[in-house]
């Protein structure tokens, strides 16, 4: 029987990287902002060599590209912010076949011993990169996953305006005449919106106009709300069954679901290397709490907190109608364990799920892209 092999971890990569780098490979560290990114280089002994500021466009990212590389062979870019203002950074460094690493924390410490500056922060960027602490492979964000999370947002937005209408509606009806009152507010959420937008207001003359008028304007706009989450949830669906179909046919994950998980993934899940690692990233995985004589587990509060809460809702929808997963809960139940601690291990087992049916619908993708494009050359 051949001997196990321990997975590689990000570290032993690094290790790895740093044999076969040339000794002048140079590291460059980029403290992003809206309007402009700094950047520092240092060489892999941690030596700094130049430092240069470029505007953030295109022509920037040009001129930052060739003076890295006019400083000697790039090993990798070390970009902070590669999820907000260094995104378009990010994009245009890999469609150079450039690496990058994302830094996503700060040394506080060094910080407020050294002092804020810009240059500062890109040395401090390309330095993690060096003590490996900025190992992460940022989003792609090139494809449906980003897709997803651009018509999500305007979702989500709209959800929470049509929330905020009917709280006010409600509260308007509170102050208003006795008559309106009590006529409004026994009625059902969707009772009291179609009785509110069907009224005929001529003209405002009385205190009684003006609580119509107020109360159908907003009646209109939840309406109006309402339709275009409806239109929104349409384009998801669509979106989320062409690029995520084996987390569409999975018991209890819906367009809702699907999203999240596309999101949180992004376009290039293999960045992330194991199915532990999804979980933690959707803060679903034990992390040690022990002190002293106590040995024990608790959940990552970190992580990303929709992923975490789309999990919740996947377990619960199975705890009710999928029934290896009502077994599995009377199993548990019996050894001793409490709903909570089994909507735990749920979660956890749902995470593995989900994560291996991101890579088989990725790999799907990328093997239908690579035909398309042998197709195309052989044309």
């Not at 971890?9 to 309007?35: E, R, Y």
């Not at 609580?211 to 384009?235: G, K």
């Not at 004589?293 to 990552?300: D, G």
């Not at 009502?326 to 909507?343: F, P, Q």
């Amino acid at each position: 029987m051949p001997p196990l092999r321990r997975p590689i971890s990000m570290l032993d990569q690094l290790t790895m990287a740093a044999v076969t780098t040339p000794a002048n490979a140079v590291i460059v560290g980029v403290d992003t902002h809206k309007q402009a990114h700094v950047a520092v280089a240092v060489t892999r002994l941690g030596a700094r060599l130049a430092a240069c500021r470029v505007s953030a466009d295109q022509q920037g990212y040009a001129e930052l590209l060739e003076w890295a590389r006019g400083l000697g062979p790039v090993d990798v870019f070390a970009v902070e912010g590669t999820g907000s203002y260094g995104a378009g950074l990010a994009s245009f460094l890999r469609r150079h076949a450039t690496r990058v690493h994302e830094v996503s924390g700060v040394d506080r410490r060094k910080r407020r011993r050294d002092g804020k500056d810009d240059t500062l922060d890109a040395e401090s960027a390309a330095r993690a990169f060096l003590a490996g602490t900025a190992l992460a492979v940022p989003k792609s964000a090139d494809g449906a996953s980003e897709m997803v999370r651009q018509i999500k947002i305007a979702r989500d937005t709209a959800v929470k305006a049509r929330s905020a209408t009917l709280i006010a509606l409600k509260t308007l009806l509170v102050n208003a005449p006795s008559a309106i009152r009590e006529r409004l507010e026994p009625l059902s959420d969707r009772a009291l919106i179609a009785q509110c937008a069907a009224h005929d207001l001529v003209t405002v003359q009385t205190p009684t106009d003006s609580v119509m008028y107020a109360v159908r304007a907003m009646a209109r706009r939840w309406r109006f709300l309402t339709e275009e989450i409806t239109s929104h949830d349409a384009v998801l669906d669509e979106l989320t069954a062409a690029a995520a179909p084996t987390l569409r046919a999975a018991f209890g994950i819906g367009v809702d679901g699907a999203a999240e998980m596309l999101i949180v993934a992004g376009d290039n899940p293999a960045r992330i290397r194991t199915e532990a690692a999804f979980a933690k990233l959707c803060g679903a995985c034990p992390i040690p709490a022990s002190s002293g004589a106590t040995h024990r587990h608790r959940l990552s509060r970190g992580g990303h907190r929709q992923a975490n809460a789309a999990l919740y809702r996947m377990v619960i929808v199975r705890l009710r109608w999928h029934q290896a997963t009502i077994d599995y809960v009377a199993r548990r139940t019996a050894e001793g364990l409490s709903k909570r601690d089994i909507i735990r291990c749920l979660k956890r087992f749902v995470a593995r799920e989900i994560y291996r049916g991101l890579l088989a619908d990725h790999a799907r993708r990328t093997a239908a892209i690579a035909t398309a494009d042998t197709l195309h050359i052989a044309a």
